[in-house]
């Protein structure tokens, strides 16, 4: 369990990024598809990061100290039409500096709904991701809107098609809260001893 999750600062410029050796976890992924949200509920706190029924709530990067040993980062969500091109290219900027400048990042989960297929952003994400060698693990979210059956096949079907570890989450029934800190828990630990 994370004991105290604090938010620490948030930045439209990925360039101006905490000065701190202490690792970060990101958190990236369509607009919309529950990222604030599973970042509240891995800390226990419900108003923690600002979630929305509307796509495009998250338009900075949001950093979240916890424990006092690692960052857990909100990132803005890619390809929410609506904002327009001019937002949705300064979102994608913001990310993809943050993604290409970070020193310690040493994590990232990757959300997709577990209700839809990846399309080509998601696409585009996750062979940039394999790409520069980033250690990331498939959240498959909202798995409270899918009945046991049918998550179960989702899952598998997912892992098959891009060939990395799933694990699906619910903010609501909290289904793979524990696995997923975990996973979070063991890559901070496995950094802190290396470094
Ligand atoms: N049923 C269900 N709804 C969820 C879940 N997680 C998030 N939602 C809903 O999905 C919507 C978007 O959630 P956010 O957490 O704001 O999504 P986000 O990925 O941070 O979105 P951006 O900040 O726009 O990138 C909200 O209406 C949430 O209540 C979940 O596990 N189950
Ligand atoms: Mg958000």
Not at 43 to 57: E, M
Not at 92 to 117: A, I, M, P, S, T
């Amino acid at each position: 369990m994370f004991k105290n999750v604090a938010f620490f600062a948030s930045y439209n410029d990925a360039r101006k990024t905490p000065a701190d050796p202490r690792p970060q976890i990101a958190f990236a992924g369509r607009s919309n598809v529950g990222k604030s949200s599973l970042l509240n509920k891995l800390s226990g706190r419900h108003k923690l990061a600002k979630t929305s029924k509307i796509p495009g709530r998250t338009r900075r990067i949001d950093f979240f100290l916890v424990d006092e040993r690692f960052y857990l980062v909100d990132l803005p969500g890619y390809g929410y039409v609506k904002a327009g091109v001019e937002a949705r290219k300064k979102w994608g900027q913001l990310v993809e500096n943050y993604l290409r400048n970070v020193d310690n990042l040493k994590g990232l989960v990757f959300l997709l709904d577990c209700r839809r297929d990846p399309n080509d952003d998601d696409m585009q994400m996750l062979e940039w991701l394999k790409a520069n060698d980033v250690n990331f693990i498939i959240a498959l979210t909202k798995a409270d809107k899918l009945g046991r059956g049918a998550l179960c096949q989702k899952n598998t079907a997912i892992r098959k098609l891009l060939g990395v570890e799933t694990i699906p989450v619910s903010s609501i029934s909290g289904v793979g809260k524990n696995e997923l800190i975990k996973w979070i828990d063991t890559t901070v630990k496995n950094q802190t001893e290396r470094s």
